[in-house]
């Protein structure tokens, strides 16, 4: 029988550099974040994803690779990352790592090799051309900060193409070669312990731009293979694409719809959802949450899960909302122009964003009852704060808030860390701290804490299917989730005002209640159609059914 644990899982995502430095220089590393893992097994989480940890000039936060089989030295070495991962599973802990197979660093000695020889075994493995290409520009990802999607490089005498900054130059996947060496790299972190892969840029990943001649084969059978060579090498480990798409590509990202069929991805980031979340948000009204939900494809395996989240170590990209919703989501929470990114997003944390505590802990009461796996960012459970004054994505990159200590806690190096903490104001480490909220009973921590616990005893969330419910006042969200017999309920108040709800549920006996409301801690029962009420940003889960107290 497979083991689905990706169904309900709880995943919380980090970058090492930035989480807990251990030895003093100044840079988070892989004994800092071992030490730290109690924080998340604390938190409630089942899995940890760790954005990219391997040698890298580190002109993009790591993303820019110059070996994919290594450990950068700032973090430690592989013997560290095995520390760390036998560490992660004796607390229950599986680790899910970026696999980053579009593009490499220009440094990497492939390119390097590439470039400098035409007779190289290495230079088909990227994407040339002699002559330079018509409209360089079109498809740039980071507008007003990228030039280009092709840049001359004069050793090679040719044009090569990057989908992203000029140094990360392109893979080409028609290559055979190519992918034999993805799953090659696969297959050697699965030997290290791990259990999964968030696939980066996975849109890009399985594209034929920019060759003169395109092969005669699917480039989503990439995927097919990838998830094959997984299923073989280590039973249980997942694929979670990182792919902004329109939903009727979904199906095709899975796979599997046809008896015989190929799978591919077990879990796609539900970008659609996140941006919904944030119009609604905006709004105070549940309508953009229920209409994402409900555009979500029908045919999809049984094996397939989204992924839900608020924010990760990007931009809050707006990019599939029309330009009149974009506007409404900038001028609530980024109407300053160094808070927008790209044309297209936010480059906000979102505790800054959402300001009010209790609207934080409804925005993650929103993620946990949403149907999906849920994907937490480092220092979201606390509120951590944000720094402008960075360049790009790194606003929402800094470290670890730990205690109002020096450096936040986060390194006892006098010289300067990788990024400065965010220490001033009500979201810097002076006043948000994992220290100064845990154990508190009113805390965002505590509050999130709860949440997790109450996500992974509800699996009818991460299984079963979802109901909306009809009728209630526009700012409230009800949500029913359904599996072998058993049903969550979740009502959210996405406004400032207090508001009051019946929700109507077919065949229900009582509500038994689980989080946010005063008889959560008697467990007194409630009768149908009884009227509920929710505070301004309030939340409240029951058990339809449940056993009485």
Known sequence: MLDLWYKNAVIYCLDVETFMDASGDGVGDFKGLTHRLDHIEGLGATAVWLNPFYPTPNRDNGYDITDFYGIDPRLGNAGDFVSFARAAADRGLKVIVDLVVNHCSTDHPWFQSARSDPESPWRDWFVWS??????????????????????????????????????????????PEVREEILKIMGYWLELGVWGFRIDAVPFLIEYKGLDEEPDRDPLLLLSEM??????????????????????KAPDYFGGRDFGADERMHLILDFPLNQKIFLALAREQAAPIVEALGSRPRDATHQAQWATFLRNHDELSLDKLPENEREEVFAAFGPKEDMQLYERGLRRRLAPMLGDTDRVALAQSLLFALPGTPVMWYGDEIGQGEDLSLPERSAVRTPMQWADEHRGGFSRAD???VRPPVEEGPFGFRETSVAAQRGRPNSLLTRVQQLVRCRRACPEIGWGDCEVIE?????????????RGARVLTLHNLSAEPVACAPEIAGANHLVALLGGPDEATHA????????????YGYRWFRIDGERA
Not at 157 to 165: P, T
Not at 525 to 536: S, V
């Open 130 to 175: 002699k002559e330079k290409p018509e409209d360089i520009t079109k498809g740039v990802i980071f507008p007003g900060v990228q030039e280009a999607v092709w840049t001359w490089d004069e050793m090679a005498g040719a044009w090569y193409m990057h989908r992203f900054y000029a140094h990360q130059a392109d893979f080409n996947i028609a290559n």
């Open 471 to 483: 009728g209630l006042p526009p700012s409230v969200l009800g949500l029913v989730s359904s599996w």
């Open 415 to 417: 010289c300067e860390p």
């Open 227 to 248: 998830r094959d060579f997984l299923s073989w090498r280590r039973a249980g480990a997942i694929m979670l694409a990182e792919a902004n798409i329109e939903r009727e």
């Open 525 to 536: 029962p409630l009768a149908p159609g009884e009227e509920i009420a929710l505070p301004k």
